[in-house]
């Protein structure tokens, strides 16, 4: 049983809650049964840590998980993963151009997930996916996702047969109105700039969700609803 | 111009910052002149504080906005305002059970205003609508819709001619399917526990969102789609 938070594993993981000290190590933490159960199911999960002898893996004291945990509250048991692997999944998908909240990250994993937008394409300025806020609010969705990090335009560039939707509240064709294909492409864009210049120069075909009043919704609501309405059966 | 951090009126603002600080005064802050400007318009605007003359109001030193702000990085114009009046309005109503992230208020708030659910029920368990995060996400909806403080089964029960939904992921009726009337209700749950046993006795007619492989959606995305496909146009 590890006692003492000076302990050499004890550091090691505690330095995985920042985004610099995660890909170092190409490892991150989950906190919590379910999460951690989720983890092994999908492959990746190197070791666990907990206080009870409910769990598998090394025990410690409440000290010591209190500096391993990222929360208020610390829990029973957290476990340290390695990354996902850069690769595409059969189904739709989401390709993100700087999003920064961890909240609507989480969000639109989930999302994304419910309605078989199965890769998420990520570009420099996103959240780190593997930040613990983006995890938690992700609900195990993030297990259950491809990643690709790359530039969106470039990516795109290389992809066939798929139709490609971006978003623009201004110069967009309402979503209730298009056509749909069988493998589709969505692009949101940053909370409060919207998509990049470099993207809407792709000219892609631009949606927009017809609303009221408000100039925009939230990018996680948009998400939801734009994949929800591209996925629809009528 | 007011310098001093321990003046009257910074100490009177900064006591606003808490949820009873705010119910005692019966007035809550805005930060930044987009969400000044909003307040104004709604006519809920009591006095401004400004530290440049851009702005009408009452010139104060950067450290004493510091302190009347909420944010890391302080704004150059906060209002008071006096709270919202308990009201209903012409349209469709939300009504909340135990909605507690701020974040997802917010949203809510905005996709209630783009879909013309003008009104939101929110009973005890519900997060401060006056919380500084809640108005930030909001985007300024706050102050286009009515709000209504009640028990949600009480309040619709005097209600007549409209028709209620209630939610539950697992006993519903696929909200793609379902007839939808002129004037309604929406009832969400809490993030953790969906809706309260008290409202679930009721028999209202409970919607679902047809998802794949995961248990449910962010109670704002929901909530987003839900809206959406209740006032969307065939």
Avoid: W
Avoid at 56 to 80: A, D, F, Q, R, Y
Avoid at 119 to 126: D, F, K, P, V
């Amino acid at each position: 049983m590890i006692t003492s938070v000076n302990n050499d594993e004890v550091k090691e993981v505690a330095k995985l809650f920042t985004s610099k000290g995660r890909k170092e190590k190409n490892m991150f933490v989950v906190e919590g049964p379910h999460l951690v159960l989720e983890a092994k199911k999908c492959g990746i999960l190197l070791k666990t840590y907990t206080t009870t002898d409910k769990y598998e893996g090394t025990l410690v004291s409440e000290v010591v998980m209190k500096k391993m945990c990222n929360t208020i509250t610390p829990t029973t048991v957290i476990g340290v993963c390695k990354m996902f692997e850069n690769k595409r999944s059969e189904g739709h998908i989401l390709a993100l151009d700087r999003v920064q909240d961890p909240g609507n990250m989480g969000s639109l994993m989930r999302s994304a997930v419910s309605f078989g937008f199965n890769t998420i394409i990520l570009n420099e300025g996103c959240v780190d996916i593997y930040n613990d806020k983006v995890i938690r609010s992700s609900q195990g969705a993030i297990f259950r996702l491809s990643f690709i990090k790359a530039n969106i335009v470039e990516y795109l560039s290389h992809l066939q047969d798929y139709q490609i939707f971006s978003t623009n509240v201004n110069l967009g064709n309402d979503v209730t109105k298009v056509e749909k294909g069988p493998k589709m492409v969505l692009i949101l864009g940053n909370e409060g700039q919207g998509v990049s210049e470099e993207i809407n120069k792709m000219n892609y075909q631009n949606l927009y969700i017809p609303i009221k009043k408000m100039e925009s919704l939230n990018v996680s609501v948009a998400g939801g609803i734009l994949m929800y309405e591209l996925t629809r059966s009528k």
